[in-house]
């Protein structure tokens, strides 16, 4: 056998060792190119590099063994349209975020609108077992508030010292320092209701429910002084903003807990990704409607003493939230991919 006709064998067969991986890759470096990723499956876009390194090693395989022109340039062509497609230039960064804003955010949410749903409702049933608890006896105060989150403030205050506390800090700046620690500890709880989602939802349900307890509480030793609205007024203000992002943590928490343990037909491993995806987004924006919280926190609650206007400024704010997540016009095909 002659040197070329060897050559063009060895060709031949390298080819069609490989001719598949090679289709597969070009299949979807097309589908990209003609804007249709969304139609590819978490899989078919998670195996796209893996393919891509393997056309690489061909590559470098077809070039050392010096096999056929044609060849090696098909694979060049091949991985610089690959390279392009995992590894070139990304829209720029105001439309990334504008996509987020604008569909993919929004969406995830109206996603998640029965585990929402759930989560204020456990929230709910916290508050109203811990207020007839407290309630009933007092002394149920200090086994559901930790002593940092109390701070100073039971049933054995006086509507005095807990009035002071909502309007001028106790004198001691007070106010300031529990404002912080109950902001910290409420951005703990969402990212916590979140992280523990995998155990099968349950631990984020119990959170969900001791958050409420907290706020159970409170309510029921301010009311038992007269202070029930003034407290109110003085929480919603941020809290609209702040509880409402907890819901949404606890409701992706949820998500990737009935993915986990109700995969449904899919596996579980894909059911479980495609949970993610959904949950990471809601989580990207509940970090934002913390940060929008410790604003309102810090400026808006601490300056502002009429309760009229702070219910105003929280309630505002819960209905721009809902109209935003689920009122809005969104265009799916806005969503960033």
């Given at each position: 056998?002659?040197?070329?006709?060897?050559?063009?064998?060895?060709?031949?067969?390298?080819?069609?060792?490989?001719?598949?991986?090679?289709?597969?890759?070009?299949?979807?470096?097309?589908?990209?190119?003609?804007?249709?990723?969304n139609?590819?499956?978490?899989?078919?876009?998670?195996?796209?590099?893996?393919?891509?390194?393997?056309?690489?090693?061909?590559?470098?395989?077809?070039?050392?063994?010096?096999?056929?022109?044609?060849?090696?340039?098909y694979?060049?062509?091949?991985?610089a349209r690959?390279?392009?497609?995992?590894?070139?230039?990304?829209?720029?960064?105001?439309?990334?975020?504008?996509?987020?804003?604008?569909?993919?955010?929004?969406?995830?949410l109206?996603?998640?609108?029965?585990?929402?749903?759930?989560?204020?409702?456990?929230?709910?049933?916290?508050?109203?077992?811990?207020?007839?608890?407290?309630?009933?006896d007092p002394?149920?105060?200090?086994s559901?508030?930790?002593?940092?989150?109390?701070?100073g403030?039971?049933?054995?205050?006086s509507a005095?010292?807990?009035?002071?506390?909502?309007?001028?800090?106790?004198?001691?700046?007070?106010?300031?320092?529990?404002?912080?620690?109950?902001?910290?500890?409420?951005?703990?709880?969402?990212?916590?209701?979140?992280?523990?989602?995998?155990?099968?939802g349950?631990?984020?349900?119990?959170?969900?429910?001791?958050?409420?307890?907290?706020?159970?509480?409170?309510?029921?030793?301010?009311?038992?002084?007269?202070?029930?609205?003034?407290?109110?007024?003085?929480?919603?203000?941020h809290?609209?903003?702040?509880?409402?992002?907890?819901?949404?943590?606890?409701?992706?928490?949820?998500?990737?807990?009935?993915?986990?343990?109700?995969?449904?037909?899919?596996?579980?491993?894909?059911?479980?990704?495609?949970?993610?995806?959904?949950?990471?987004?809601?989580?990207?924006g509940?970090?934002?409607?913390?940060?929008?919280?410790?604003?309102?926190?810090?400026?808006?609650?601490?300056?502002?003493?009429?309760d009229?206007?702070?219910?105003?400024?929280?309630?505002?704010?819960?209905?721009?939230?809902?109209?935003?997540?689920y009122?809005?016009?969104?265009?799916?095909a806005?969503?960033?991919?």
């Amino acid at each position: 056998m002659s040197r070329g006709a060897s050559g063009h064998f060895a060709s031949a067969r390298f080819r069609e060792a490989r001719a598949i991986d090679w289709a597969e890759l070009e299949q979807r470096v097309i589908q990209i190119e003609r804007g249709r990723a969304n139609t590819l499956s978490d899989e078919d876009l998670l195996e796209l590099p893996v393919l891509y390194r393997t056309a690489l090693s061909s590559l470098s395989v077809a070039r050392e063994t010096s096999l056929d022109a044609d060849l090696v340039g098909y694979l060049e062509a091949l991985c610089a349209r690959a390279y392009f497609v995992l590894y070139g230039v990304q829209p720029p960064l105001r439309r990334r975020i504008a996509a987020f804003v604008g569909a993919s955010w929004p969406l995830a949410l109206r996603s998640l609108w029965r585990e929402t749903l759930i989560a204020v409702l456990m929230m709910l049933l916290g508050a109203i077992a811990a207020y007839y608890l407290v309630a009933s006896d007092p002394a149920w105060y200090h086994s559901i508030i930790p002593g940092d989150l109390a701070g100073g403030r039971g049933p054995q205050s006086s509507a005095e010292e807990l009035r002071k506390t909502l309007y001028d800090g106790g004198g001691d700046n007070m106010l300031g320092a529990f404002a912080t620690y109950l902001f910290t500890h409420n951005a703990q709880v969402a990212l916590m209701c979140f992280a523990l989602g995998f155990a099968f939802g349950v631990p984020t349900l119990l959170l969900l429910v001791y958050q409420g307890a907290v706020l159970g509480a409170f309510f029921s030793v301010f009311a038992s002084k007269g202070l029930g609205l003034p407290l109110a007024a003085w929480l919603t203000i941020h809290g609209t903003t702040e509880m409402f992002a907890i819901a949404i943590a606890g409701a992706a928490g949820l998500r990737i807990g009935m993915a986990v343990a109700f995969p449904g037909k899919q596996a579980r491993t894909a059911a479980t990704r495609e949970a993610g995806r959904t949950a990471t987004f809601a989580m990207i924006g509940v970090v934002l409607m913390l940060a929008v919280a410790g604003l309102l926190e810090g400026v808006g609650r601490q300056v502002i003493q009429s309760d009229v206007i702070r219910v105003a400024i929280g309630g505002i704010a819960l209905v721009l939230w809902l109209s935003y997540f689920y009122a809005m016009p969104v265009r799916a095909a806005d969503v960033d991919d």
